[in-house]
């Protein structure tokens, strides 16, 4: 058995690249196993909470062994302009003076971050590290809230639409609250989807199978959570449109 130095990870003897982090093994001086001279120890049971690891050095597409590992660099550069959605949730709290609100944070930002990626000499497919996969995974979680949000001004905006294409009446009011409400639920739970399968394309399997039970719980409850507040902004933005509309 062969441990990384640089993450610590075990790997078979004869492996090229550490499973985890791709580092060169043959450029390190093989550790001999650690030895309790207190005598042997049953091993650790396994933990049901614990993650899933998977070898990365082998392709997920063709089982093939012979993965070499590259970096990426991602570079996204952001030219922001008008907020159209904070701009109308600030004429809906301050009035006409609330549309400066979409004036805030635009600009140019540039964001880079490197990923570790393997690529088959087999077939020449391509997937990510699970590592860098988990940690994607972890930052697009964390924003559901904030989708949430976005998702409820979209159903706002989309119920000043309706309004104006069906007017008023009772089967018409009925249809434009209903709607909005139904829309924001609908493209977050579409955007999730999507995004799995994403990460799945670049995992080269389900992106759920390496998802711990707490992560599976977190990513339930932080879906409840964005629709929960995109439900809490129509609730409350669609009376103010009304307002505004003079309905």
Request: hydrophobic residues 40%; aromatic residues 8%; contains cysteine.
């Amino acid at each position: 058995m062969m441990i990384c130095r640089a993450c610590g990870a075990e790997n078979p003897d004869g492996a090229k690249f550490c499973h985890r982090c791709g580092t060169d093994l043959h450029s390190q001086e093989p550790q001999p196993p650690k030895q309790n001279q207190a005598g042997p120890s049953a091993p650790a049971p396994k933990s049901p909470e614990a993650k899933t690891e998977r070898n990365d050095t082998v392709c997920p597409f063709c089982q093939a062994t012979d993965c070499q590992p590259m970096q990426k660099s991602e570079t996204e550069i952001q030219n922001k302009g008008y907020h159209w959605g904070q701009g109308c949730c600030g004429m809906f709290l301050l009035g006409p003076f609330g549309l400066l609100c979409g004036l805030c944070g635009t600009g140019s930002k540039m964001k880079s971050e490197n990923t570790l990626w393997w690529t088959c000499l087999k077939c020449g497919k391509q997937h990510i590290a699970l590592a860098d996969a988990k940690r994607k995974w972890e930052i697009l979680m964390s924003g559901l809230p904030v989708t949430g949000i976005s998702a409820g001004i979209a159903a706002i905006i989309m119920k000043a639409i309706l309004r104006w294409l069906f007017g008023y009446g009772f089967l018409a009011s009925a249809v434009v609250f209903i709607a909005p409400i139904a829309f924001s639920i609908y493209i977050l739970c579409c955007g999730i989807t999507e995004a799995e399968k994403e990460f799945s394309q670049e995992l080269g399997a389900p992106i759920m199978e390496f998802l711990s039970d707490d992560e599976k719980n977190d990513r339930f409850i932080k879906m409840l959570v964005a629709i929960g507040l995109a439900l809490f902004v129509v609730l409350f933005g669609l009376p103010l449109l009304d307002l505004v509309l003079g309905d």
